[in-house]
C-alpha cells in the first residue's frame, strides 16, 4: 500500500518544471492538443482523492489488493495488446510524433509484459551533392564606434499580483469522502470541469487539422472494433461486471464515447448464470411443482427421502465427503469452470438445517401426517414423472444454439465433459466415503444419482 501511496505523491510533482501538466510525451501540433486537453484535468486533486481512498476506505483497499495479488490486469493489458486496431492506432500516433510506444511499454514494463516493438521506420536513400567551391569572406571596413550617453536607471514598476485561479472543485478528505468504490469515481467525477472539456474540444475541431484527423481516425471504425473485440476479454467482463456490482456508473463511459465518436457500446454477453437460467425458463414450472409436491406429501418413500435430508445422520455423511480432498477438487474445478458451486452448497446446506440454520415452514410442506396414498413407486417414479415433463426438444435445441453463439456457456461445458473432470470425480466416486454415502441415501429412498441427472438434462448434458 505504501508503494501505491508513494506512486500517486511521484505523479503529482511529475509535471513540475514543464510547460504543461503532464511531461512531454512527443512533440508536434498533435502532442500539444493532447496536453491542452489534459491541462484541464485537475491531476493534483484527484491524487489527494485516490490517496484518502486507498488510506482509508476498506472497499478500495480490498479492490487494489485483489488486482496486485492476481493476473487480472496483466491479462486485461495482453488481450488490449493483442487486437489489431490498436496497433494501428498506435502505429499512426507515432507516425504523428506522438511517443506512443514508449508510454504503453511504461506499462508493459511495470506488469512483467513483453515489450511493443514499433514498425521499423524505412531510412530514405542519400543523395550526392557537388561540394560548393569556397569563397573567400570580404575584407571587413572598420567603423567608428560612437558610445551612448548613459540614461538615468529607472526603478521597474511591480506588476500586481495576479488573482488566484478559482478552483472550481477542490477536495476535502474529512468533508467529502463519498466511501466505497463506487464514491471513489463520484468524488473524482465531481472535479473535473466538463465545460472546459467542451470548450478546448470544440476549438480543436475548429482550428486544428492534425487533430480533426485523429478523429476521424478514431470515427472510421477503428475505435469501435477496439471497443468490441475488448468486450469479448473475459478480463475485462471480469473488472466490468466487478465495477456494476459495486454500483459503479460505467454507462457515463459508453455515453461519451457514443457522443464524441459514434461509437457504441456493444450488450454485455450474458454470465453462466444466466445462460442456464434460459435452461429453467423452458421448464412448465407448474406441473413440476404440482408433481414434486404431490409425490413428497402422498408416496412415503419420498416423503420419508426427504426427511431424512433433514437428518443428523444426513448431515453427517454430507460433512465427512465434503471433507474428503477428492470432493475439494471437483468442487474447485467446478468453480474454476465458471459456475459458482460453493455458493449453491452453502445455500443447500441452509435449506437442509445445517450450520445451526433451520429452514422456514418446512413441516407445513411436508405436512405432519401422510394422507392417503394415491401415487407410488418412490424417489424412481417421481425423477421418472419429472422427467416426461421435460420438453427435451427444446433443451437440446437451447443447448447447439449455446455452443454456437455463447463464448461462456461453451467454455463451461467444454471443461464439465473434459477427461480433466472425469479423472477428479473418479478418483471421488470410489472412495469409500462417497460409497457409503450413496449407499446410505439409497437405502433411506433418496436417489442422488438420478437427482444429478435431471438436473444435467435440463442443460442439455447428457451422461
Known amino acids: 500500500m505504501k508503494f501505491i501511496l508513494a506512486l500517486f505523491a511521484s505523479l503529482a510533482i511529475l509535471g513540475l518544471g514543464q510547460s504543461h501538466q503532464f511531461p512531454d510525451f512527443g512533440k508536434g501540433p498533435l502532442h500539444e492538443d493532447l496536453q491542452d486537453i489534459l491541462d484541464l484535468i485537475p491531476a493534483e486533486n484527484i491524487v489527494k482523492v485516490a490517496a484518502d481512498y486507498l488510506e482509508n476506505d476498506p472497499e478500495v483497499k480490498a479492490v487494489v489488493k485483489y488486482l496486485l495479488k492476481t493476473p487480472l490486469l496483466r491479462n486485461l493489458v495482453i488481450d488490449f495488446e493483442a487486437i489489431p486496431e490498436v496497433i494501428n492506432l498506435l502505429e499512426y500516433l507515432q507516425d504523428k510524433e506522438i511517443e506512443s510506444y514508449y508510454l504503453i511499454n511504461h506499462i508493459n514494463r511495470a506488469l512483467n509484459i513483453t515489450e511493443l516493438v514499433p514498425k521499423p521506420t524505412p531510412t530514405p536513400t542519400p543523395t550526392t ?59 473524482i467525477r465531481v472535479l473535473l470541469n466538463y465545460d472546459d472539456f467542451i470548450t478546448v474540444y470544440v476549438e480543436k475541431l475548429r482550428n486544428s ?101 433433514f437428518t443428523t445422520e444426513f448431515h453427517d455423511l454430507l460433512r465427512a465427503v465434503e471433507a474428503l480432498k477428492e470432493h475439494q477438487a471437483l468442487v474447485v474445478y467446478i468453480q474454476k469452470s465458471g459456475f459458482n458451486i460453493i455458493q449453491q452448497i452453502q445455500a443447500f446446506h441452509k435449506i437442509i438445517g445445517m450450520e445451526d440454520y433451520v429452514p422456514p415452514k418446512i413441516e407445513s410442506f411436508l405436512k405432519s401426517q401422510i394422507s392417503a396414498q394415491e401415487v407410488g413407486g418412490g ?83 447428457k451422461f
Open 209 to 309: 487539422p492534425d487533430f480533426v484527423d485523429l478523429i476521424n481516425v478514431l470515427k472510421s471504425g477503428n475505435l469501435q472494433q477496439i471497443v468490441n473485440k475488448l468486450h469479448e476479454s473475459t478480463s475485462f467482463q471480469v473488472i466490468l461486471n466487478g465495477l456494476e456490482n459495486k454500483n459503479v456508473n460505467v454507462k457515463i463511459i459508453g455515453d461519451i464515447l457514443y457522443l464524441v465518436f459514434g461509437v457504441t457500446i456493444p450488450n454485455r454477453p450474458k454470465s453462466l448464470e444466466e445462460e442456464l437460467v434460459d435452461f429453467v425458463n423452458l421448464l412448465p414450472t407448474e406441473k413440476l411443482a404440482d408433481v414434486i409436491i404431490k409425490y413428497v406429501n402422498e408416496d412415503k418413500e419420498v416423503h420419508n427421502a426427504v426427511l431424512f435430508m
Open 129 to 187: 551533392t557537388p561540394t560548393p567551391t569556397p569563397t573567400p569572406p570580404p575584407t571587413p571596413t572598420p567603423t567608428t564606434t560612437t558610445k551612448p550617453t548613459p540614461q538615468p536607471t529607472r526603478e521597474p514598476t511591480p506588476e500586481p499580483t495576479p488573482e488566484p485561479k478559482p478552483i472550481f472543485h477542490t477536495y476535502n478528505a474529512i468533508k467529502m469522502r463519498t466511501g466505497g468504490l463506487a464514491g471513489f469515481f463520484k468524488d
Open 379 to 461: 424417489m424412481k417414479a417421481l425423477l421418472a414423472d419429472i422427467y416426461s415433463l421435460l420438453p427435451l426438444d427444446k433443451i437440446d435445441a437451447l443447448y447447439k444454439e449455446k455452443l454456437q453463439t455463447s463464448k461462456v456457456f461453451a467454455n463451461f461445458i467444454a471443461r464439465v465433459t473434459s477427461p480433466e473432470l472425469r479423472k477428479i470425480a473418479q478418483k471421488l466416486y470410489v472412495h469409500k466415503t462417497f460409497t457409503e454415502y450413496i449407499t446410505k441415501c439409497n437405502e433411506k429412498g433418496l436417489d442422488l444419482v438420478g437427482l444429478a441427472i435431471i438436473a444435467n438434462r435440463i442443460i442439455g448434458l
